[in-house]
């Protein structure tokens, strides 16, 4: 059976840091493409970033709000996905989820607050 | 940037056909997937590459794409089917993800 599950998220002060984890199996996580995708409270989807494999490279992209904040890494030893935050400020504030390349697989989400 | 336009709000009464439209430049050249998410829930996968259906999702649901519109259609809509709705899709380069701003669907 595949599992994401994520943890890390909390609460954090504007301008701090938080790490993201997302724990993988049931599936061959290190030939997987993985995605962070957010949702603000009461706001729609919003894709944050994208790892590719090793095998392909194992580049990064990210969405504009985020590029140069969050860096989105992987550890394939462990079968984890990480996003790294940084500068965060309140329009961070969301649930954020682990998916698949082919968005099949999601994790429950992990909620980040940012607020003083 | 580069867009998903959906509709805030699509309504119909159970048994009836809801349609759901994505507008995107790309989506002439671009596959378009769907999402149904419900309140506090991930969102699941109903459509990928425009109109493929996934193992386990209702025959109701069914898409379509022609031109820079992307179309879900829930043939007989129940009351389950209550829910956010979102569109996705790729930027040109294949780099970016976009999702559209979402539906939301009532089934009364």
């Known amino acids: 059976e595949v599992q994401l599950v994520e943890s890390g998220g909390g609460l954090v002060k504007p301008g701090g840091s938080l790490r993201l984890s997302c724990a993988a199996s049931?599936?061959?996580?290190?030939?997987?493409?993985m995605h962070w995708v957010r949702q603000a409270p009461g706001k729609g989807l919003e894709w944050v970033g994208r790892?590719?494999?090793?095998?392909?490279?194992?580049?990064?992209d990210y969405s504009t709000p985020v590029k140069g904040r969050f860096t989105i890494s992987r550890d394939d030893s462990h079968n984890t996905l990480y996003l790294q935050m940084s500068g965060l400020n309140t329009e961070d504030t969301a649930v954020y989820f682990c998916?698949?390349?082919?968005?099949?697989?999601w994790g429950q989400g992990a909620l980040v607050t940012v607020s003083s | 940037s580069y867009e998903l336009t959906q509709p805030p709000s699509v309504s119909v009464s159970p048994g009836q056909t809801a349609r759901i439209a994505c507008s995107g430049d790309?989506?002439?050249?671009?596959?378009a997937s769907w999402y149904q998410q419900k309140s506090g829930q991930a969102p699941v996968l109903l459509i990928f590459?425009?109109?493929k259906r996934p193992s386990g999702i209702p025959e109701r649901f069914s898409g379509s794409s022609s031109g820079t519109m992307a179309t879900l259609t829930i043939s007989g809509a129940q009351v389950e089917d209550e829910a956010d709705y979102y569109c996705?899709?790729?930027?040109?380069?294949?780099?970016?993800?976009?999702f559209g701003g979402g539906t939301k669907l009532t089934v009364l």
């Open positions: 998916t698949t390349d082919s968005t099949y697989f």
């Open positions: 049931g599936f061959p996580f290190n030939i997987a493409w």
């Open positions: 790892i590719k494999s090793k095998t392909d490279g194992g580049t990064t």
């Open positions: 790309a989506l002439p050249k671009k596959y």
């Open positions: 590459e425009d109109d």
């Open positions: 996705s899709s790729t930027d040109n380069n294949d780099d970016h993800w976009v």
